[in-house]
C-alpha cells in the first residue's frame, strides 16, 4: 500500500489500545515510514522491487528499531503533540521501541498479502501469504480498523476527561 493512509488504521487502534504501554506517536510513524522505500525505488528509479528489504520481518526489525532511536530524542515534543489529542503520556524508550516493532511490523505483515515481489520472511526468498487475503478485504480491514481506533480514541480521551475531573472533584 505505497503513499497511503491504510496503515494509519491498525496503528491508531494498535496505538489507543495499547496505550500508554506504548508511544502512540512511534506506532504511528513507524507503521509508514517503511514505505520510504518504494517511494525511493519510483523516485530514484533504483533496479530492484518496489517492496525489497524493508517489507520483510529483518529488514522491518532494523526499521523499526532506527524510527525508536530517532524518535527518542523528540519524545517530549512528540508527548506535546499527542496532549494536543488530549492523550498524556511520558514516554520511555522501553515505551518507544516496542511501538516502532509493532509499527513495522504491522505494515509488513499487511503488505505481504498484496505484493508477489515481496520475502517477508528473508532470507528466505518468496511470500507465501501473498493472495491469502484480497486486495479489497486487506484495505477494507485497514479502514475498519481505523474507524474502531477512532472510537477507541473517543472513548480513552473521554475516559481521561472523567478521571481528571473526578480526581480534581476529590483533591479540592
Excluded: W
Excluded at 517511494?39 to 517492496?51: G, K, Q, R
Excluded at 509493532?102 to 498484496?114: A, E, K, N, Q, R
Excluded at 479489497?136 to 473521554?158: D, K, S
Amino acid at each position: 500500500m505505497p503513499f497511503t493512509p491504510y496503515h494509519f488504521g491498525p496503528a491508531v487502534l494498535i496505538g489507543v489500545l495499547l496505550f500508554p504501554f506504548i508511544d502512540i506517536a512511534t506506532v504511528m510513524i513507524a507503521s509508514v515510514i517503511v514505505d520510504l522505500e518504494p517511494l525511493a525505488v519510483i523516485l530514484f528509479d533504483l533496479p530492484m522491487p518496489l517492496h525489497a528489504f524493508f517489507h520483510s520481518y529483518l529488514g522491518a526489525t532494523i526499521a523499526g528499531a532506527g524510527v525508536s532511536i530517532c524518535v527518542y530524542p523528540f519524545r517530549r515534543y512528540l508527548n506535546e503533540i499527542v496532549a494536543l489529542f488530549g492523550l498524556k503520556q511520558e514516554s520511555s524508550f522501553r515505551q518507544i521501541l516496542p511501538a516502532g516493532l509493532i509499527g513495522t511490523y504491522s505494515h509488513v505483515l499487511l503488505d505481504s498479502f498484496l505484493y508477489a515481489e515481496m520475502n517477508p520472511l528473508y532470507p528466505f526468498i518468496g511470500n507465501p501469504f501473498v493472495g491469502a487475503l484480497s486486495f479489497g478485504l486487506v484495505y477494507n480491514l485497514c479502514l475498519v480498523l481505523g474507524v474502531f481506533g477512532f472510537f477507541a480514541y473517543l472513548l480513552r480521551v473521554l475516559l481521561n476527561y472523567r478521571v481528571e475531573r473526578i480526581e480534581d472533584d476529590v483533591f479540592d
